[in-house]
């Protein structure tokens, strides 16, 4: 072995010489944030309305304690000030935890994920302190997951706080003091919970053990994962091929694919592809990812907005993929690494876009990684930043402004004070809020659309007149949240059945084929029945499994007048083995 990759191997880049190392694009620059001693084991990162950078730092893992076990995991909070791309403030928000492996700010506190919990510190009056104790949102996430716990934490569009899971345990997630019986079985994919309701769901299942999702402009959610291929787009209700395994909703047998055109390890074993050199080196590195970021901030040259960004952990490299319209979803293209380390210490797990456009990568910062771990070296870890030519900083605070001036906000090209201000309005009800994000419609229909949802304000009435814009992304997110209560009327049932028959955009298609999963079993037939007798979608594998996940709950007489008139042989195939074994 070559002494110098031997030294790299020993010893990490030293904190304030690591970001030197990056090779990245012309003009892009990387300065270190935050390293060691001020920040270790940085698992997960958010930002607050000020821009600050919230960080859990673990010292648990991958030992995980028993539930509410006290520890020494803390929440720490880093701001700049100066707008220089380093710290010059930070703040312990709490240090006495254990298991904690996500983390988001909002509704006057802080959420963690904190195997086997989701839990909430108060913060009302916004001091940095906590206001009282832990309170636990939801219980039943399984501790044997390992390095699959429950993770990802992230506000959604319609918002939900959205998270994920990994595969090698079951869990049983649900508000404490559920029953068993009215708990979801769940292992790997995609679950939301209400901030305010509380209420649980599963978005999506499947995957392996993905650790990052986030939302392109359309407010389409794509995530990554390890193993199998690394990206996928997920649509509500679906199910997704899995590293192994069944499906644990019974009855479920073909699976949903990645968009992915390619992976990101030289084929073969996965665990060939640790050290990310040959092969695995010029297809981007390996088989293992974390982190997921969609830029769409205003820093960084126009042709990297839309772009998916994900970190490789045996390539110590930040991979960036291009996300392209086809058919009714999407195709996921390789581009070039966006950000190669040069240090085979460097695990980066988050990447978040800041109010300047910088985007903060934190670096876990060891040799290891899930499947090796023996030592684990608790003393060093970074948080970079990464922007193109001097990032500007930023010292706002949108908790101040104005309920106009929020209004505003959810036009700035920027989606960082897009994402923020619709929170804040969702914290702050219908209120004034209404009239202005009605007068929005006509010009930016789909962020007055979230942002009416977001303030309680979207009727059905609205929703059905919403459902024939000229925007195709505008009918799907109608479609999408006049079905959020899980029921219809007269009005709605007519409606569905009627773009189910007449919709002419693919995409639109697909979230109709979701919904039916949120109408009543009853109520699915008419929909259901125009889109299988919709023939231009007989090569659209994903619709037409979408389609069936939504048929599985009908009953089987039903289901068995209705096979003569599909036209879409995938569907007609898994129906007809689904009546014989009904």
């Not at 079985?185 to 305010?196: A, D, I, K, S, T």
Request: charged share 25%; net charge negative; aromatic share 8%.
């Amino acid at each position: 072995m070559p002494m110098l990759l031997l030294l790299l191997l020993l010893q990490a880049a030293p904190p304030d010489e690591a970001a030197k190392r990056f090779t990245l694009p012309e003009g892009f620059r990387a300065t270190l944030f935050a390293g060691e001693p001020d920040v270790v084991q940085p698992i997960a990162i958010t930002t607050d309305v000020r821009g600050r950078v919230w960080v859990v730092e673990t010292m648990t893992y991958p030992g995980w304690k028993p539930a509410g076990t006290p520890g020494k995991d803390r929440v720490t909070i880093f701001e700049d000030g100066d707008g220089d791309g380093r710290f010059d403030k930070r703040t312990v928000f709490i240090d006495t935890l254990s298991n904690l492996s996500g983390l988001e700010v909002g509704f006057n506190g802080v959420w963690l994920t904190q195997v086997p919990y989701l839990i909430f510190i108060p913060d009302c009056d916004g001091d940095d302190k906590p206001d009282g104790p832990p309170q636990v949102v939801l219980d039943g996430w399984d501790l044997k997951a390992q390095h699959n716990v429950v993770n990802g934490l992230r506000w959604g569009p319609d918002g939900w706080l959205y998270g994920l899971n990994g595969i090698l345990s079951n869990s049983r997630p649900g508000r404490p003091g559920t029953p068993e019986a009215e708990r979801p079985l769940f292992n790997c994919g995609v679950w939301r919970v209400h901030p305010v309701t509380k209420a649980f769901e599963v978005v999506a299942w499947g995957t392996t053990n993905p650790w990052g999702l986030d939302w392109d402009a359309r407010g389409e959610l794509f995530i990554t994962n390890c193993v199998i291929k690394h990206a996928f787009h997920v649509v509500p209700g679906g199910h997704y091929e899995r590293m192994f395994g069944q499906d644990v909703v019974p009855g479920v047998v073909t699976l949903m694919e990645s968009p992915a055109d390619h992976i990101h390890w030289g084929g073969g074993k996965w665990t060939d592809s640790r050290g990310g050199q040959g092969a695995h080196d010029v297809a981007g590195g390996g088989h293992a990812h974390a982190g997921a970021m969609i830029y769409q901030g205003t820093n960084w040259p126009a042709e990297y907005r839309g772009r998916l960004f994900t970190s490789n952990l045996h390539g110590n490299r930040i991979n960036q993929d291009q996300i392209e319209r086809q058919g009714s979803g999407f195709v996921i293209q390789h581009r070039p690494d966006l950000l190669r380390a040069n240090d085979a210490w460097f695990r980066a797990l988050e990447l978040r876009s800041g109010p300047d456009g910088g985007v903060y990568v934190t670096d876990w910062s060891d040799t290891g990684e899930c499947h090796n771990y023996k030592d684990v070296d608790r003393s060093n870890g970074r948080i970079y930043k990464v922007s193109f030519g001097k990032a500007s900083g930023w010292s706002g605070d949108l908790s101040k402004m104005t309920t106009p001036a929020l209004v505003g906000q959810l036009l700035h090209p920027n989606d960082w004070f897009a994402r923020h201000a619709r929170r804040l309005l969702q914290e702050r009800g219908a209120g004034d809020a209404a009239p202005l994000l009605e007068k929005l419609l006509a010009d930016r229909p789909l962020a007055a659309l979230w942002g009416l949802h977001a303030v309680g304000a979207l009727t059905e009435e609205r929703l059905l007149a919403l459902s024939g814009h000229a925007d195709e992304t505008v009918r799907a997110w109608a479609v999408r949240l006049a079905l959020e209560p899980r029921k219809s009327s007269p009005a709605l049932a007519a409606r569905l059945a009627a773009m189910g028959r007449e919709e002419a955009s693919a995409f639109v298609r697909l979230h109709l084929a979701a919904a039916l999963q949120r109408l009543p079993a009853a109520e699915r037939v008419p929909v259901l029945e125009a889109l299988a007798g919709r023939a231009e979608d007989v090569e659209d594998m994903n619709l037409q499994r979408l389609l069936f996940y939504g048929a599985m709950d009908i009953a089987k007489d039903r289901l068995i007048a209705l096979l003569p008139k599909v036209k879409l042989p995938l569907l007609r195939e898994q129906l007809t083995r689904h009546v014989l074994t009904k």
